[in-house]
């Protein structure tokens, strides 16, 4: 039982990991050209982003495969790099967990990089920084409460992702099986005590994100 | 080399819509600015709106006019003709914004450093203590701009733009939150300062009191062009227009008047203005052309009835009192020049009034000084 809740555990743990590093450094850079720049089609890239947020997981997960899989798009691009497809790995697990968290990192950060007092950029400017060190020494880290509630927001939403994930990555066992998708296996397969434990564990970890993410954006608006 | 002074010849306008990029309920707005100063302290006097702010955000590279040039020393920082336009870290200038913009997450020393990142390593350390010394605020350097009062707020903003030794000084309102006792010293600072440094400065400001106090030359601005360019007093006695005048306080303005004849040998101007009579300087006009004038309120020198009788000639009039309304040390007298039913606002040291113990309704005698009296050409 102990190998059938540590396997899972480390597994979303790790998934949500690399998956919350992508969206940090990613999102940061998508926010802040969302929040200080003008250019044709932001309105439609700004859609493209959240879209994931109103989506059925499904969906994604059906509209990754048809981008990740041996004839998608990317999933091609792969193939002939590796020699081997990403579909059913821990990587496409990771992938799905970006693109349903990648929304709520942006929309975040936008925000907090908006409330940013322009002229404090241009002061920078005027004093001779560039806008990238302005940028790094000024308005993120003024927008730092943002950002870290998007990444706590992010992190929990990697956790918890099951639809997406079990589209892309499959249900297989010491492979892909992560907390959500075990607790649908043990449930299925009737071993109440597993689901029950792995249930539990998974709210803990809720609570705490949800404490955490409280007290950053608390003090956002303090 | 030659100081060359700065050079500015801008225009920039802004569509209904334009406007910061989103529906915007401010009319359509045209920027059309020319003048040329020397290393002297202009300051821009002109109400909200006039774009003061607009102009500095031009110079300081924050916003590309549409064409013109600007010259700063022997820098060309925008010149749309030759494709110029320098970026706003290229361009060396000092700018303190209307609002504060210190770093607060950064202690006075870091805010102060951010300017001198571009020096020598070595040179950084002294003219850190230069900037510290020339605005006393040596034991500031530690605090937070949250713990700072608002004049030392602006003070470090000061050092902070000062750091970097620019070659022109921008002060966009820099004291307007503050109370009218730091004001003064504060203006006073800025004065000795610009001796120090000589560098251009431009002062944008809407309290006259400081505009007279810091200005070696005025740039008057009004619906965004430039309407006069010239000393506190050439400006406040001879003002160019109506807009002009307005600005400066002149609130008696009567546009019915014409030129009757012109005095060159006492270099004086007679208008008729309705039934009534005034002379006033020179001015450079023809017979019969139509014209403005008007007086400043605190320019009417009020006298009792005893002392003389309208004469026209001696711009003495006499008058009765509609209202007087007391504003501490001083009053403000509304009367009318009974011949010539025209209404004046006065305001006069309480001082030099109550011995006359006039009340509404009393009448008196005015003089209308004629170094005082503007005139003008109505547009």
């Not at chain 1, 071993?191 to 998974?202: G, R």
Request: charged letters at 20%.
């Amino acid at each position: 039982m102990l190998d059938q809740i540590w396997f899972p555990l480390y597994l979303t743990f790790w998934i949500a990991l690399v998956s919350s590093l992508l969206v940090l450094c990613s999102g940061v850079i998508i926010a802040y050209i969302f929040a200080r720049r003008d250019f044709r089609g932001k309105k439609l890239a700004e859609v493209l982003i959240t879209l994931p947020l109103v989506l059925p997981p499904t969906v994604i997960g059906y509209l990754l495969i048809l981008l990740m899989g041996k004839n998608g798009f990317i999933g091609h691009m792969i193939y002939n790099v590796l020699g081997t497809g990403i579909m059913f790995t821990w990587q496409a697990a990771v992938i799905a967990a970006y693109t349903v968290s990648l929304p709520l990192m942006v929309r975040t950060t936008q925000a907090a990089i908006e409330a940013v007092d322009k002229e404090l950029e241009y002061a920078a400017y005027i004093l001779g920084r560039s806008e990238i060190e302005t940028a790094l020494v000024i308005t993120l880290p003024l927008a730092k409460r943002g950002i870290l509630a998007g990444l706590v927001l992010s992190f929990a939403r990697s956790i918890g992702e099951f639809g997406a994930t079990l589209m892309l990555a499959g249900n297989i066992q010491g492979k892909t099986n992560t907390m959500s998708i075990s607790i649908y296996n043990a449930f299925q397969s009737g071993n109440d005590e597993l689901a029950k434990v792995l249930v539990l564990i998974l709210i803990l970890m809720s609570l705490l994100a949800i404490t955490l993410t409280g007290r950053f954006i608390g003090k956002l608006e303090a | 080399m030659r100081n060359l002074g700065v050079k500015v010849d801008i225009k920039k306008s802004y569509n209904k819509a334009e406007i910061n990029g989103k529906k915007s309920t401010k009319k359509a707005f045209m920027l059309d600015i020319n003048f040329e100063m020397e290393n002297e302290l202009v300051v821009l006097f002109g109400p909200s709106g006039s774009g003061k702010t607009t102009l500095f955000k031009c110079i300081s590279g924050i916003i590309e006019p549409d064409n013109g040039i600007i010259v700063v020393g022997s820098n060309v920082y925008c010149d749309k003709d030759k494709k110029i336009n320098i970026p706003i870290q290229k361009r060396n200038l000092g700018y303190v914004f209307q609002n504060d913009t210190l770093f607060p997450h950064m202690n006075v020393r870091k805010n102060i450093e951010c300017g001198l990142k571009s020096l020598e390593k070595e040179n950084r350390e002294t003219r850190f203590m230069e900037v510290l010394d020339l605005l006393h605020i040596e034991e500031l350097e530690t605090r937070y701009p949250a713990q700072l009062s608002g004049g030392q707020k602006q003070r470090v903003a000061l050092a902070r733009a000062l750091a970097p030794k620019p070659e022109i000084l921008l002060l966009d309102e820099p004291f307007s939150a503050l109370d009218t006792e730091i004001r003064t010293k504060l203006a006073k600072k800025i004065k000795t300062l610009q001796n120090k440094i000589r560098i251009p400065l431009l002062f944008i400001t809407h309290n006259l009191e400081e505009a007279f106090l810091l200005a070696s030359k005025i740039l008057v601005l009004h619906g965004g062009k430039a309407q006069q360019f010239g000393t506190p007093e050439e400006i406040f006695y001879n003002p160019q227009n109506r807009h002009v005048a307005e600005i400066f306080g002149v609130s008696n303005i009567f546009d019915d008047a014409y030129v009757k004849e012109q005095d060159e040998e006492s270099r004086s101007t007679i208008l008729k203005s309705g039934s009534m009579q005034i002379t006033v300087k020179y001015l450079n006009c023809r017979v019969r052309d139509e014209v403005c004038w008007g007086i400043h309120p605190e320019n009417i020198t009020l006298l009792s009835p005893e002392s003389g009788f309208e004469d026209q000639n001696e711009n003495l009039y006499l008058a009765s009192i509609n209202s007087i309304i007391n504003k501490g040390p001083k009053k403000r007298i509304t009367l009318k020049l009974v011949k010539h039913n025209k209404i004046l606002n006065v305001e006069v040291p309480a001082q030099f009034i109550d011995p006359l113990k006039l009340h509404a309704n009393d009448s008196c005698l005015v003089k209308l000084e004629m170094s005082k009296v503007v005139a003008f050409y109505c547009f």
